[in-house]
C-alpha cells in the first residue's frame, strides 16, 4: 500500500488517499487537544503541569520495598493499615518532589549534563581506587533496573529539587531575648494557693417527673442517624488481569439484572455472588466486615435511601451496595432515657451548688486576701497540683485569683509569686536548638503551601481508585 502511494504520489486519486490519511492522523491529535488527554490519560495524580503516572508510582514503590527488611515487606502486604501508610507516603514523596521540580523550572535553575556526569562520578558507589569505574557504574545500574538515562534523570531531579529547598535546611537565628522568654516560660515556677469545692460534697434528693422533663428539655438526648444496608459481592483476584476481567463481566450482568428489577439477593443468586444484609448501624459502630471500610462506609452515608450504588471496586472484588431504610437523627423518648436523667440531673444540681460555693470563698478571698481553706504549693507546669489548676496558674498574672473547673470539683486559686529559674547553659543551648529546628519547620510549612498553592494536586480519581481499590 505505502509502495503504491509512492510510486503514484502525483497521481490525483493517491492525492486524494493521502489527503485523507493525513487528516485522519491531525484528527487523531486534535481530539487529543480538544479533550485534554482525558481518554489516554494514565496519570495517577497532576502536580501543576507535571503528571505522576502509575509507572513512576509503582517504580517508586518498587525501589522503597527493596530497603525494606523481610518482616517490614511482609507487614506491608498483611497489614491493610500499613500497606495504605507506605503507599500514601510515597505519593506525598512523589507529589512534593514533583512541586520542588516545577518550582525549579519556573524559576529557570537548569542542571547541565557537565555536573551530572561530575556528580556520578563523585559516588562513592562508582569508585574503585578513588578514580571513577566504568564498569561498577553500569553493573550497579544494571542490577538496580536503571538505564543510564533513568539515573541521570533521578539525579537531575535531585539537583534540582536541593536548588529550591536546600535554604530551608540553613539554622533560622534566634534572638537572645526569644530564648530567655522561652526559658522562663518552661522552667519557672509559681506559688499558689487553691481551694477545692468537690461536687460530691453537696447532697441532693431524687427529682421528680417534672423537674427531669425540664431538665430534659434543655438537654435532649439524641439518637444518632442509622441505616440498614445490603450489599452483593462478585469475589474476584483483583491483582490478577484475567481475574479482574473475568469479575467485571460478571459484576456488569448482575448489575444489568438489578437494574431491570431484581433485588439484589436474586440478583446475586442468579449470578453466583455473595449477598450480605448488614441489618441497621451507624457510623460509630459498623458491623465487622472486611468490605466496609472507611471509604466504603463514607460512601454509604452520602447514598440516599432506597438507592444502588454503582459498582464499586473493593480488594474483595466488585460490590453493589443498596440503602434500604434511613432513620435520621432524631431525639430519645423521654422515658427510654428517664433512669440516665436522674444521674444526669442529680450532678447538675452538684455542680450548681459547688459553683455558688466557689463564688462564696473567691468573693471572701478578695476581701481579705486569704482564700479559706486552702493549701499552698510552688508547682512547675507538669507538677505539684491537679492539671487544669497549673494550666490556669500559668496562664493567671502574680496577685491574680481566679475559679478552675475540673471534670469533678472547683479549684479557687491564686497566684502568690511568680518564680524566675536559674541560669542553666546547657538547657539554654539545647532550648535554642528546639527554636531553630521550630523557626525551620514553621518556614518550610509556608514555603510547601505556597508550593499547592501554586502548583495545585489533582488526582485522576478512576486511575487511583483503580490503584488504591478498597
Do not use: C
Amino acid at each position: 500500500m505505502l509502495e503504491y502511494l509512492r510510486n503514484a504520489a502525483d497521481k490525483p486519486v493517491a492525492k486524494i488517499l493521502i489527503g485523507i490519511l493525513a487528516f485522519s492522523f491531525v484528527g487523531w491529535g486534535v481530539a487529543e487537544w480538544v479533550f485534554g488527554g482525558v481518554a489516554g490519560d494514565n496519570s495517577l495524580v497532576r502536580v501543576g503541569d507535571a503528571k505522576i503516572t502509575v509507572n513512576q508510582y509503582n517504580q517508586a514503590r518498587s525501589q522503597e520495598m527493596a530497603k525494606l527488611t523481610r518482616e517490614q515487606q511482609r507487614a506491608i502486604y498483611t497489614d491493610t493499615a500499613a500497606g495504605g501508610e507506605f503507599s500514601q507516603k510515597i505519593l506525598a514523596r512523589l507529589t512534593t518532589d514533583a512541586m520542588a521540580e516545577n518550582r525549579a523550572r519556573d524559576l529557570g535553575f537548569v542542571v547541565t549534563d557537565a555536573r551530572i556526569a561530575h556528580e556520578i562520578r563523585e559516588f562513592p558507589e562508582f569508585q574503585s581506587g578513588g578514580q571513577f569505574s566504568a564498569f561498577l557504574f553500569d553493573n550497579i545500574l544494571a542490577n538496580s533496573g536503571y538505564t543510564e538515562q533513568d539515573f541521570a534523570n533521578v539525579l537531575r531531579g535531585q539537583v534540582l529539587r536541593s536548588m529550591v529547598l536546600g535554604g530551608l535546611n540553613v539554622a533560622v537565628p534566634v534572638p537572645e531575648f526569644a530564648v530567655d522568654a522561652a526559658y522562663n516560660a518552661r522552667y519557672g515556677t509559681r506559688e499558689i494557693e487553691f481551694a477545692s469545692v468537690k461536687y460530691s460534697d453537696f447532697k441532693v434528693g431524687n427529682p421528680t417527673d417534672e423537674q427531669l422533663r425540664e431538665f430534659y428539655a434543655q438537654n435532649p438526648r439524641m439518637i444518632e442517624e442509622t441505616r440498614s444496608v445490603s450489599y452483593v459481592l462478585v469475589p474476584a483476584e483483583m491483582e490478577k488481569p484475567d481475574e479482574y476481567d473475568a469479575g467485571l463481566t460478571r459484576a456488569q450482568k448482575l448489575e444489568d439484572d438489578i437494574i431491570s428489577g431484581d433485588t439484589l439477593a436474586a440478583a446475586a443468586k442468579r449470578h453466583g455472588a455473595r449477598y450480605v444484609s448488614l441489618g441497621e448501624f451507624g457510623r460509630d459502630n459498623r458491623p465487622v466486615d472486611v468490605v466496609l471500610t472507611d471509604q466504603m462506609m463514607e460512601r454509604i452515608f452520602n447514598m440516599d435511601e432506597g438507592v444502588e450504588s454503582e459498582l464499586i471496586e473493593t480488594k474483595q472484588g466488585f460490590v453493589i451496595a443498596r440503602v434500604e431504610k434511613i432513620t435520621p437523627r432524631h431525639n430519645a423518648e423521654f422515658e427510654n432515657v428517664k433512669n440516665r436523667l436522674a444521674d444526669d440531673w442529680r450532678r447538675a444540681e452538684q455542680r450548681k451548688q459547688a459553683y455558688v460555693r466557689a463564688n462564696e470563698i473567691l468573693t471572701a478571698a478578695r476581701q481579705s486576701d486569704k482564700i479559706a481553706d486552702a493549701r499552698s504549693a510552688t508547682v512547675s507546669r507538669t507538677s505539684g497540683a491537679p492539671l487544669k489548676v497549673l494550666v490556669a496558674a500559668f496562664g493567671t498574672r502574680g496577685g491574680d485569683s481566679s475559679i478552675v473547673e475540673d471534670d469533678d470539683a472547683f479549684y479557687v486559686m491564686r497566684v502568690n509569686k511568680e518564680i524566675n529559674p536559674a541560669a542553666d547553659a546547657a538547657k539554654k543551648a539545647s532550648l535554642r536548638k528546639e527554636l531553630q529546628t521550630m523557626s525551620a519547620r514553621e518556614y518550610a510549612d509556608d514555603y510547601n503551601g505556597f508550593l499547592k498553592r501554586k502548583y495545585p494536586i489533582k488526582v485522576n480519581e478512576k486511575v487511583y481508585n483503580k490503584v488504591f481499590a478498597q
